[in-house]
């Protein structure tokens, strides 16, 4: 990890840097906010006790980053406004060199977890991008049986949850061994999506239900024959896509080929692995609505 340090009292900032060292940190010293605009760093170590220069614009220039401010008394003009300006702390001089290393390595793992929370929506988005899911967050109140044919489109509204709610979803499989003390572990803070309900003996979804009663959820089940004391909405998924764990009906295995793959073939060469006619092929097309969008 690089640090920048911006400091105008010279042996301040070597005796800094040289500590940091010690923990294996790169730094390196500027003295002037001008000099440091073009330092690249990941943390920006930056004295507010800096005459005559306006550091704002590297503030604002690397709040992506992390700017840790070293005040000598906190007030609007050292503290306040370069907090609102981007920066992620302060430190009060003098201070201890573990203090500063808690403060860097803190957000650096926060940053480190924006990025790989980023990374899993975005991935998300892209594994669940033609799941079709007809119900939206607001329009559903908990708790909720979600009965569906597609466990993915389940999938997708808890998603949508995970997003706009404040709560904390928990996933619990109910296939794992230790399901029923995840459930009785759920708080005002968790929403427990509880997926498999269909996978439950009889006396095992009474214990279920016993253990829900106040808990704040979404449970999925996949089977129509399951009775439960709460309120069930039905979702139903008009494209389903192939799962490893699921056998597909002939029809749905044809709209998921062509789906998929009819950018990448011609429709001669798509009907033939089909082992269908072109025109069996435009007729499936025309039934489910699955023409090329030009």
């Given at each position: 990890?690089?640090?920048i340090?911006?400091?105008?009292?010279l042996?301040?900032?070597?005796?800094?840097?040289?500590?940091l060292?010690?923990?294996?940190?790169?730094?390196?010293?500027?003295?002037s906010v001008?000099?440091?605009?073009e330092?690249q760093?990941?943390v920006?170590?930056?004295?507010?006790n800096l005459p005559?220069?306006?550091f704002?614009?590297?503030?604002?220039?690397?709040?992506?980053?992390?700017?840790?401010?070293?005040?000598?008394?906190?007030?609007?003009?050292?503290?306040?406004?370069?907090l609102k300006?981007g920066?992620?702390?302060?430190?009060v001089?003098?201070?201890?060199?573990?203090?500063?290393?808690?403060?860097?390595?803190?957000?650096?793992?926060?940053?480190?977890?924006?990025?790989?929370?980023?990374?899993y929506?975005?991935?998300l988005?892209?594994?669940y991008?033609?799941?079709?899911?007809e119900?939206e967050?607001?329009?559903?109140?908990?708790?909720?049986?979600?009965?569906?044919?597609?466990?993915r489109?389940?999938?997708?509204?808890a998603?949508?949850?995970?997003?706009?709610?404040?709560?904390?979803?928990t996933?619990?499989?109910?296939?794992?061994s230790g399901?029923?003390d995840?459930v009785?572990a759920?708080d005002d803070?968790?929403?427990?999506?509880?997926?498999?309900?269909?996978?439950?003996?009889?006396?095992?979804?009474?214990?279920?239900f016993?253990?829900l009663?106040?808990?704040?959820?979404?449970?999925t089940?996949?089977s129509?024959?399951?009775?439960?004391p709460?309120?069930?909405?039905?979702?139903?998924a008009?494209?389903?896509?192939y799962?490893?764990?699921?056998i597909l009906t002939?029809?749905e295995?044809?709209?998921y080929?062509?789906?998929t793959?009819?950018y990448?073939?011609p429709?001669?060469?798509?009907?033939k692995?089909l082992?269908?006619?072109r025109?069996?092929?435009?007729?499936?097309?025309?039934?489910?609505?699955?023409?090329k969008?030009k």
């Open positions: 990890m690089k640090i340090i911006i400091e105008n009292e042996y301040l900032a070597q005796s800094i840097a040289a500590k060292s010690e923990f294996h940190f790169e730094t390196e010293i500027y003295s001008k000099e440091a605009m330092a760093g990941d920006y170590l930056l004295s507010t005559g220069q306006n704002l614009p590297l503030i604002e220039k690397f709040k992506e980053k992390n700017v840790l401010l070293m005040v000598n008394y906190i007030n609007n003009d050292t503290v306040g406004e370069p300006a920066a992620r702390d302060y430190i001089k003098p201070f201890m060199i573990e203090e500063l290393i808690r403060k860097i390595e803190h957000f650096h793992n926060y940053r480190m977890l924006q990025e790989r929370n980023r990374f929506e975005e991935y988005d892209h594994l991008r033609e799941v079709e899911c119900l967050p607001e329009n559903v109140t908990l708790p909720v049986v979600i009965r569906t044919n597609y466990q489109a389940a999938d997708k509204l998603l949508k949850f995970n997003r706009v709610k404040k709560n904390i979803l996933l619990i499989s109910l296939e794992e399901w029923k995840k009785a759920l803070e968790h929403i427990g999506y509880i997926i498999h309900l269909e996978k439950l003996k009889k006396n095992e979804r009474e214990q279920l016993e253990l009663d106040g808990k704040t959820f979404i449970l089940d996949s129509s024959e399951v009775e439960t709460f309120t069930t909405l039905t979702l139903t008009g494209n389903k896509l799962d490893q764990d699921e002939i029809d295995y044809v709209q080929i062509v789906r793959f009819q990448k073939f429709d001669t060469e798509l009907s692995k082992g269908i006619s025109k069996s092929l435009w007729e499936k097309r025309k039934k489910y609505d699955l023409f969008k």
